[in-house]
Structures are given as structure tokens and as C-alpha cells.
């Protein structure tokens, strides 16, 4: 995309800033707003499409740390905006920078910048965003639906065929699948080719809020409503309001939260924390877990009524290894996305590579094949890759093979067990090991025993 056809969004506290790049940009692109608040960031993504966005790190703090524009990015994915964003930053902090780009950030500038400088770095983003949206249409018709979700296989075509069948429609779904296998991108697009379409996507990692922060998050709260509340804030149910909300790993809501949850999808309206006025509200709602069904089923763990209202129809997503081929058209989808950021010539596979690809057994998903490809591009000099680039994360387990036979000895049975509880929780050993009933020291000990 050149510049002169892009609408710009600009948002620094700094009205100085804000001037000079609405003058730098009012003749070189076709639009360009500036915002001085970033609470109204939300509003404006809902109005407009912007192609790029150029938000600062650092908000009404005395102690510029960087965190307020990381929360800002981490909102405007929430949103669902395809918009490229570059962080703006009053320090060269290369891990601050490091980690922007992990969150999302397309690149950043360092303020005081040169003009041209600033222009060339846009100019390189916009190209960069046009080359994957390329990049993605050069894969067949049949393997691409949404914005990111691509697959020829069967498992994946009885997917697309059921998205397509339950888009138009307003029925609640639940989507199951082990973790990386891309439910959030199923999400959105179903809401893509939903009659919402144009109207907000809305994620919440219910997982992550803390119980006193569900609520807040959720519905929203009144200025007072507790000590930290400062002011009035509508919750991510009302932000979703005529479009889709999105709750990612709802296996994980404490049972006595859950109730509060089904009351509000009951009544299909929301009360503000501190306020006893209900707001309706109209949404599409959609629910992701890692939890088996019949796992998530169990009373002791998941209200059965809930499960009824959050599961009109329910998509099962298949774990890669039992995608076939879809891995390599995956990994040339990568190569090619991640060739055009790090402005590497367009790279592909060898024979050796692509039987690697094939027979590895992926714990980690499409998620471990996107980061196992970035990994070889980045580090690769040459525009063939071969098996010996591609190298999978050491915090994935082997996974046991059914062939193997079974040793009865304790040292063994202890070993895979290990291995299959790690597997299980994703490499995360503090999980692991209260699963196991031991301690992560106890836990380490074990796995420098195994050489695990």
C-alpha cells in the first residue's frame, strides 16, 4: 500500500508531537487524525479504518516505563484492527523495543526522529502489510478463509464449510481445541463473515482476569465503585455491544463466577460495578477452551446450564499433526510472511526440510510451527532451508510414540510420566509439578536425573 492512499491515526500525549507528524503526513498520506488520550482510541477504531497506526509508549505516568503503550497495543488486537502500529519512544530501550514487537508492533521510532527518516519507516511498514496480505492470496481460494486461517485439509474444509453454515447466523458457539491450534483466528472469522462484520471484536483472556478484576472487566464499574476506580469505564460486554464478544479459555472461570456470567447472558444486560441500572446489550457470543467437553462437563468444575447457553454448535479444531500437508503449506506461508518483515530474499524448503516438517509431532501447534519458521528466516543466510535450520522448541516434550514398548521400571514409569505431565501443561513446570505433588525444586531434580 503506498502512503498517499493510507489513513493514518496518530496518538501521543505530546501536543507538540501530534503537529509536527499531522503536518509531516497531511501531504503525503490521504487522511491523518491525531489523539491526544488514548481512552478514545476504542471509540475511534470503532468509526474508522486506519492502515497505520503511530502510538506513543509512554501516558500520563511520571515514571516512563513503556507499559501504557504496550496496554494500548495489546487493545487496539483486542479491536480486531488490522491497522500496522509503530511504537513511539523518547529512548532507544532495545528490549522495550524487543518486546513491542513480540506484542504485536509492526516496528518503532525513536523521538526527536528526521522527517525523512520517519516517512521511510512508514513507507517500509505500509509495503511490509501490503506484501503479507499478498502473500495470503497467493495460497489456493479453497485453503484460506478469515483473515489468517489457511488449511486443504479434510478436517479443516469440514470447518470451513461449518463456519460458512453458522456465520450468517447469531447462535452461540464453543470452540475446543488444544492450545495453538488457532480457535482465536476461527473466532474471527466467523465474526468476518458474520452479518456483524462491521461492528466491534471484542477478545477477553478470561483465564487471565483476576476474580477481582472479572467483573470490572466484564461489565464495567462506576467512578468510586471500589479504590481504584477513577472513573467511569464500560465493560468489554458493552465495548462488544451490536458485534462480537470473545471469550478465550472460559474453562478456567471459578465456578461461583460462573453464575454471574450466565445471569448476564440470560438477561442479555449488563449492571456496572456501583450502579443498579441494568444495560441491554446485544451481542454474538463466542467461547474458546483447551478443556476436553467431557472434562469441561464435569459438574465440580463447569455449570452445566452454562455450557448449554455458551454451545448452540461447537467446532472441534484438530491439533496440526493430524493436518497432514496443511503443515507445509503453513510453514511456506511463514517463510513467506516473515521473508518480507525481515526483508530476507523469498526463502523456501529442501526435501530434508520438508520431511522434517512432516514428521515432527508438534505439541505446541501452529504456534510452534509460526515460531520454529521465524526462528529459521531470521537466522538463515542463504534462500533454501534446510533441516538443520529448523529447530523446535526445547520446552515442547517428545511425545511418547504408541510403537514403543512399555518399560515396567520405576525409574521409567517416572520419566514418562514427567514427560507426559509437562506435555500436558505445555512446558509450564509450575503446573507440571503441582500436578505431580512436588515442589519445582523437587521437580528440577528430576529433570537433571533424566536429563530431561
Known amino acids: 500500500m503506498l502512503l498517499k492512499n493510507a489513513s493514518v491515526l496518530v496518538v501521543d500525549d505530546d501536543p507538540d508531537v501530534l503537529t509536527a507528524v499531522r503536518l509531516l503526513l497531511k501531504t503525503e498520506s490521504k487522511d491523518v487524525m491525531t489523539e491526544k488520550n488514548p481512552e478514545n482510541l476504542r471509540g475511534h477504531l470503532l468509526k474508522n479504518k486506519f492502515d497505520l497506526i503511530l502510538l506513543d509508549m509512554n501516558f500520563k505516568s511520571p515514571v516512563n516505563t513503556g507499559n501504557e503503550g504496550i496496554f494500548w497495543l495489546n487493545e487496539i488486537k483486542k479491536m480486531g484492527s488490522d491497522a ?3 511504537m513511539i519512544t523518547a529512548y532507544g530501550d532495545i528490549d522495550l523495543a524487543v518486546r513491542s514487537l513480540k506484542e504485536g508492533a509492526s516496528d518503532f521510532v525513536v523521538k526527536p526522529w528526521h522527517n525523512e527518516k520517519l516517512l521511510s519507516l512508514i513507507r517500509e511498514t505500509l509495503k511490509r502489510k501490503s506484501d503479507k496480505t499478498i502473500a495470503r492470496n497467493s495460497l489456493p481460494a479453497d485453503a484460506v478463509i478469515g483473515s489468517e486461517l489457511i488449511g486443504e485439509s479434510e478436517v479443516m474444509q469440514d470447518i470451513f464449510l461449518k463456519i460458512e453454515k453458522i456465520a450468517p447466523t447469531d447462535a452461540n458457539i464453543l470452540i475446543l481445541g488444544e492450545n495453538g491450534t488457532g480457535k482465536d483466528l476461527i473466532a474471527k472469522a466467523i465474526h468476518q463473515q458474520s452479518l456483524r462484520a462491521n461492528k466491534p471484536f471484542i477478545k477477553v483472556d478470561v483465564g487471565a482476569l483476576t476474580e477481582t478484576l472479572f467483573e470490572s472487566e466484564l461489565f464495567g464499574h462506576k467512578k468510586g465503585a471500589f479504590t481504584d476506580a477513577r472513573e467511569d469505564r464500560i465493560g468489554r460486554f458493552e465495548a462488544a ?14 465456578l461461583h463466577l460462573q453464575a454471574k456470567l450466565l445471569s448476564v447472558l440470560q438477561n442479555r444486560q449488563v449492571s456496572k460495578l456501583g450502579s443498579n441500572e441494568a444495560t441491554p446489550i446485544d451481542i454474538r457470543l463466542i467461547c474458546a477452551t483447551n478443556l476436553p467437553l467431557n472434562e469441561l462437563a464435569n459438574e465440580n468444575r463447569f455449570r452445566k446450564d452454562l455450557i448449554y447457553r455458551i454451545n448452540t454448535v461447537e467446532i472441534m479444531v484438530p491439533p496440526l499433526r493430524k493436518r497432514g500437508n496443511d503443515i507445509i503449506l503453513l510453514a511456506k506461508h511463514f517463510s513467506r510472511i516473515y521473508g518480507n518483515k525481515y526483508m530476507k530474499r523469498m526463502m523456501d524448503f529442501d526435501s530434508k526440510a520438508l520431511d522434517k516438517l512432516l514428521s515432527y509431532h508438534y505439541p505446541g501447534n501452529v504456534r510452534e510451527l509460526q515460531y520454529t519458521v521465524e526462528r529459521a528466516v531470521i ?46 501443561h505445555n512446558g509450564n513446570i509450575t503446573k507440571a509439578a503441582k500436578e505431580l505433588g512436588l515442589t519445582r525444586t523437587a521437580l528440577y531434580r528430576r529433570l537433571s536425573k533424566y536429563d530431561i
Open 379 to 424: 537466522m538463515s543466510d542463504n534462500d533454501i532451508l534446510k533441516d538443520s535450520d529448523l529447530i523446535f522448541s526445547p520446552i515442547e516434550s517428545p511425545a511418547a510414540s504408541a510403537s514403543e514398548p512399555t518399560e515396567f521400571k520405576l525409574s521409567a514409569i517416572e520419566k514418562n510420566t514427567i514427560l507426559k505431565v509437562i506435555e500436558k
Open 241 to 254: 455491544n451490536g458485534g462480537t464478544l470473545f471469550l478465550d479459555e472460559i474453562g478456567n472461570i471459578p
Open 84 to 86: 500496522a502500529v509503530i
